[in-house]
Every structure is written in structure tokens, then in C-alpha cells.
């Protein structure tokens, strides 16, 4: 912090420093004897306040929120409406002010204004751009001492100008470009950053053959995320990098600036969804600034996630709690969190332990809370459905009742898709803590008042359990790759874009009618997971995509649904009313539906009581009376067996968010 502070001050310092020198160079060279020397003579009087004025003004434009090593055509721009601010001004001042009634006579003049322009955009930018430049020489000329790896890039133009600023600036190593591939023809025959393109993805066997031939036989290729776009035909692109015995790699974070530009395996989970929403980074930048987070759950495949994306967007302090001490230690040990500038703590704890919960949360004083812990896998909640209670009800409700005694801003509770119409333990479970949820947070209204909301959505590629990596591992192992039901159809999305919908819906609850009433309000935030997905196609798909030919190499087993598990997702209930988002994609929400605060309490009494007795009949009938859909498990997939759990290795494991 301090050494970032040292360096703004030297930006500023400069800044003034150039700003006094356009005017006195203007001064010179645009009067000469006489006039000269009366100017000069002003300026002690004058200059002073003009310069805190100029820095005012260069504050506004925000020219000391970019590092100099990355200056770029919007800062240039940015300096440029700065100094025409400040020559305006003295336009103003020189016309209106100082010619009638200090001096009688121009002082600047509007050719010395004109000429104070040009001066000060070069004094303030130059220095920012000749400062660039050497870093640029310098980091190509460590990147060609470190690059090891002759690399070609994939994708368009634009993509692939992020990657070659990634690799220049050091984020992107030991990467050597001697050839762009791009899906567009018209950028064939052109060179970006000094790399030519070489032809379209179709020429790859010939582009590395012509490499290889001149000496640079290609070790490696990088996809963007353009070359992974339906229309690139990506299923394509993997076969021909097989073919060739290449590793193919895929860009990561593209999208935030090449300081944040990563590499990452191609996975096959990579190709089988529809594009991602595009984030609302400001939105999220001004939610989190400076906010203190804690993540329940911080050690699953989202908790972790929302962790490392509330510090990308500027959390200060981070607090991660979570029962399993390999988890916790894992996730603090991430790259995300150990290099963190924010403070990052964590707790072992347990959110059925409500007087430990209470304590850690209280004393961290969070601004938001993001509840993740839970049970989630259907067949076990169906046979050990007390357990499921325990932690999805019980221990909800404690980190509700933690968050609004610590005065938080709002909790944001993970929830699933199947909350709606439930046929499971997960499913009830999940929608009875939402009414809860909801309960308290109908009861708060008012500036300062604690949110509760809830949000939902379905299956999360590469998170613990979903489907794909089974899929993957039978596929490895040769088959058969097993499918629960041959027509059910689930909704997919990555852990990457759940988290930051996660973020988004949370920010509009945050900012939405805090003096309202809570039945005006949005309460439940769904995220939009575009068309559902058959389980068996997505079998078909993987199985293509890993070389082989389904039904021929690699058969598909139907093994018959699981407890619990149906057809369908559904995404809302019947009876609640939906709201509309302005502004914001990628979330819908609907206004809270849920039972008297008395009656919850009566429910949540009587669950105890059948948790204690171990009567799940009684507290089905809990559920059953509370949740009038739960009664109705139409939906539900027919001749599954209760209290039986098909192992991973014969049956397909439904992916839970």
C-alpha cells in the first residue's frame, strides 16, 4: 500500500511539474522582451492555484489510476480531455477576468491557449508513453531470453493482440509465437505485434509442416476463446491437434485485461456450453471495493470460486469458513488468495455450531455474507436425510440469525434450481431455507436494514460431483459411461460464471428499495442457464470429442434413475410473481413467497423434534404441509428405489449447484 502510494505521489509530482513547464514554454515561446518578463513576473502570483486547479482536474479524469507501463489510447485520450479542460479554463479566465480588470490586455491570447494545448497533452503523455515503450523492449527482451515453447496462437485479432501483450508483460510465459491462425480471412497475410497469420484453422497441418520445415517445428497451441466459438468449429480444431500430437491450451480470463490472461488445459467441459453472459465488471468493481466478505462453505468448487472473485473485484478483507481443514487449507493456499493484497482469514467451523458461528461472524464485522455450505448430492440426502436437515436448515438458519445480529448489508444464500417444485431431501431442504430467508427478510425494512436473499441454478460444470468428470473417467477407463435416465435433461454452466452471477444478483439486491417493504421486493434471483441439456447427448458429445465413436468404442449404459432424481428441472414456482431487471443479464427474479414467522417457528420446532426422534415420516409431513409442491413428486423420475445409492462407477452423479 505504501509503496503504491509513493507512486501516485510521483505521478502526481510529475504531472504538476509538466503542467507548470507548458506554461512557462508557452510563455517563451510566444512572447519575446518586454511582454516576456511581464508574464514571467506574474507567474508566481498566478501559477500556484492554477496548478492545484490542473491537479483537481487530472484527479477527475482519473490519470492516476493506470500504471504507466500499461498506458494505452484511453489514458492518451483521458489526457487529452484534461488539458482541454484546463485550456478552456484559461480561455475563460483570460477573456472574462484578467483582460478587464487586472491587466487590460490579453495575458495568454488565444494562439498562446492553442499553443499551452499541444504542450501540455505532450508533456503529460509523452513521458507515459516513452516510459512504456522501455518497459516493452525490456519485457521482450527477457520474454525472447525465457520463451521456450515455439506456440501458435488461435483465434481472432483481437483476442490474440491480449495474449501477445500477456506474453510481452510477463503474465504469459515461456511462450515463443511464430504463428497466428485466425477464423477470419481477411486477417490472413497481416502481423500483429510483429507475429504474421499465418492462415485459417483449416491450413493448421500445413502451417506446422512449412514451421517445421524452416526450423520451428511448433510444440504448442493456444486457443482463445474465439477459436472455441460454435462457428469455429472447435469439435474440429481438437481432432487436428490430436492428429498432430500437439497439446492444445485455452486463454483464460481474457476478458480482464491482459495482466489477468492465463493459460489453462482444454478441457472437454470447455466446449460444451452455450456463451457465457458478459460480466458488468464496474457494476461488481463498485459492489465489492472495499467490503468485507465472508464465504460459507469457502472450500467447495463455488464457495472457492466466489472467494477468488470477491477479491478480483476489490474486497478488502475475506473470511473463509469452512468444516474441513484439507478444504480450508487448500483454498487459502490458492494463488487467488495467497497472493491476495486484501486480508484473507480462516475458520475452521461448522454453521451447526450456532454460538461458534455467531462469534466468528460477529467479530469480522462483514459487510456481505455468501452462505455455500451445504449438502448437495441427492442419493446420499435421500438415505441420510437428517443430516441433509441439520446442515441445509438448521445451519441456514444460524447463518442468517449471525448475519443480522453482526448489522452485514445482506446474505446471499446459494440455492438450486431444484428448491422448486422438490421431489428430494436437497431439493426441500433448500427451499425450506429460502422461506426462512425470505421470512426475516420481509421483516427488515429501511437504509440499514440486512438482506436475505436467495439465489438458484443448476449444474456446474467441474464442481465436485457434476456429471462431467465421471463421464471423463469412464471414458478413460474405456467405458461404458453410464446415463441414469435416457430422456433427463439438466441445465449447465461454469463455476466462473455462476460465481459472478452470484455477485451480480447479490448487487442488485444490495442497491434494490432498501426502504421498501419486503413484499415489494425481489427475493429470489434465478440465473439464466440458457437451454437445457440431455444427459445422454452430452455423453454422445464427450465421447466424440475424446476420439471415439458412441454405441461403437465406447457404449452407453442406461442404469435407471436414483432417489430423488427427475426428468425436468424448473427454474420458478408457480406462485411467485417475477421481477423485471433493468440492466442486468444473465438474472431474473421473482418477489418472496413463504408462510407467517409464527408458523415457520412452529415448523422449524416440529423438524427438530423429528431430527431428535429420528422420524423422517414426521418430517416429510413437516415439509409436505410447509411446501405444498413437495406433496406432488410428478416430476420425480418413476421406479427409482428409496434409500439406495447406485456407486459413481454405475450410475452417472446428477452435478448440484
Known sequence: MQKRTLKTAVMVVHDLAATAAAVVLTFVFRFQDGALAERLQALPLLLPPFLAYAGLIYAWFRLYRTKWRFASLPDLAGIVRAASVTALTLLVLDYVLVSSNLYGFYFFGKVAIALYWVLQIFLLGGPRLAFRYLKYAR????????????????????????????????????????????????????????????????????????????????????????????????????????????????????GEGMRDAELAPLEIEDLLLRPTVAIDRPRLENFLTGARVVVTGGGGSIGSEICARAIAFGAAALLVIENSEPALHAVLNGPALLHAEAEVQGALADIRDRERLHAIIRDFRPTYVFHAAALKQVPYLERDWAEGIKTNVFGSINVAEATVAAGARALVMISTDKAIEPVSQLGVTKRFAEMVAQSLDAERAGPEATRL???RFGNVLGSAGSVVPV????????????????????????????????????????????????????????????????????????????????????????????????LNEILFAKEEPRVTLAGIDGVMAAKPVFADRAVLETWILRLRDAVAAGDRAAADAVFEEAIPDFRNRAGAVPNAQPGSIAPPAQAAVAATA
Open 453 to 455: 436473499i436467495a439465489v
Open 471 to 566: 463421464f471423463k473417467a469412464q471414458i478413460a477407463r474405456g467405458g461404458p459411461v453410464t446415463v441414469t435416465h435416457a430422456e433427463m435433461v439438466r441445465y449447465f454452466m461454469t463455476v466462473r460464471e455462476a460465481s459472478d452471477l452470484v455477485l451480480t444478483a447479490a448487487s442488485h439486491a444490495d442497491a434494490e428499495g432498501r426502504g421498501d417493504t419486503g413484499d415489494q421486493r425481489a427475493a429470489v434471483y434465478v440465473l439464466k442457464m440458457g437451454q437445457p441439456v440431455r444427459i445422454r447427448d452430452l455423453a454422445e458429445r464427450m465421447i466424440r470429442l475424446a476420439g471415439f465413436e458412441p454405441g461403437e468404442d465406447i457404449e452407453i449404459q442406461v442404469t435407471g434413475a436414483r432417489p430423488g432424481e427427475r
Open 139 to 254: 519485457s521482450r527482451q527477457s520474454q525472447a531470453r525465457a520463451a521456450t515453447t515455439p506456440t501458435l496462437l488461435l483465434g481472432r485479432g483481437t483476442d490474440i493482440e491480449i495474449v501477445l501483450r500477456a506474453i510481452e508483460s510477463g503474465s504469459v510465459k515461456r511462450l515463443s509465437p511464430k504463428g497466428i491462425l485466425s477464423p477470419r480471412a481477411d486477417e490472413a497475410g497481416q502481423m500483429m505485434r510483429g507475429v504474421p497469420v499465418l492462415g485459417g484453422f483449416r491450413d493448421l497441418e500445413q502451417v506446422v509442416a512449412d514451421l517445421a520445415n524452416r526450423g520451428l517445428p511448433v510444440r504448442r497451441l493456444v486457443a482463445t476463446p474465439s477459436a472455441l466459438a460454435p462457428e469455429s468449429e472447435p469439435d474440429d480444431l481438437i481432432a487436428r491437434a490430436r492428429r498432430l500430437g500437439l497439446p492444445l491450451a485455452r486463454v483464460t480470463s481474457l
